[in-house]
């Protein structure tokens, strides 16, 4: 009786080594499964943004040159307005799409946070004198498009303090009223060139006008009269 029982007693270890194994080897299955299957978004959501998105991207910074030259025509204005709105629309639910192919979240809580590490780094690297003020009236989220671009639009204004500016210190506001968001970059330095300066702006600032206008919004760059220096300030709808 005691043999037997051991028989039995070791042939139930087996199968449950053996059930032990199998459930492992699904389980390795479908993790390779979702990795796959991640991969394949990741390559979808490139191929999208890189031709889809970049598209429409161009065709609402070319609309907003084509409003400006026919700024006397309001019919004209109003009808490539529409159109703009249009296509925002759409590059907004592409947006959307594209953060569910690549698993990231489509809003960002930690935009502040990353802006303030963004001028600690710059301080420490040029020795420009840098703060950050934060209206009580921010929104605690942003959606992830515009708070990626309004960093990138802040990154880049520092990139101009830091080589044209000859600034001793730079003032970022994050401001909020009337259904828009307010950021302003002033700075300190020599301030625009002259009136009647012949250089075209270059494309950092180009750049920025071109995010600003993606998200609906406009880019202002101009000379603090009082203070000297330059200022850039991009208002932005919050939608």
Do not use: C
Not at 178 to 204: E, I, K
Not at 221 to 230: N, R
């Amino acid at each position: 009786m005691a043999s037997q029982w051991r028989v039995k007693e070791w042939g139930g270890a087996g199968l449950e080594e053996e059930e032990k194994g199998q459930g492992q080897s699904v389980a390795a299955l479908d993790e390779l499964a979702r990795r796959a299957e991640s991969e394949v978004k990741r390559r979808l959501a490139r191929e999208l943004h890189d031709s889809v998105a970049q598209i429409l991207t161009a065709m609402v910074v070319d609309m907003e040159n084509f409003k400006h030259d026919q700024a006397e025509r309001e019919s004209v204005v109003q009808k490539v307005d529409d159109l703009q709105g249009s296509t925002r629309e759409v590059l907004n639910n592409l947006r959307e799409l594209l953060y569910e192919l690549r698993e990231e979240p489509s809003h960002d809580h930690s935009f502040v946070h990353r802006i303030r590490g963004l001028l600690s780094s710059f301080e420490s690297s040029t020795g420009i004198r840098s703060k950050l003020s934060v209206s009580a009236r921010w929104p605690a989220m942003l959606s992830a498009a515009m708070a990626y671009n309004l960093y990138r639009i802040v990154e880049e204004a520092l990139v101009n303090v830091r080589l044209h500016s000859g600034a001793g210190s730079v003032d970022v506001q994050l401001g909020s009223a009337d259904s828009v968001v307010v950021l302003t970059v002033h700075d300190d330095g020599r301030g625009l060139l002259r009136v009647g300066s012949n250089r075209r702006p270059g494309m950092g600032m180009v750049g920025m006008e071109e995010r600003a206008v993606l998200l609906g919004g406009r880019l202002d760059v101009s000379s603090d009269a009082h203070l000297g220096g330059t200022v850039v300030t991009a208002t932005v709808p919050v939608r």
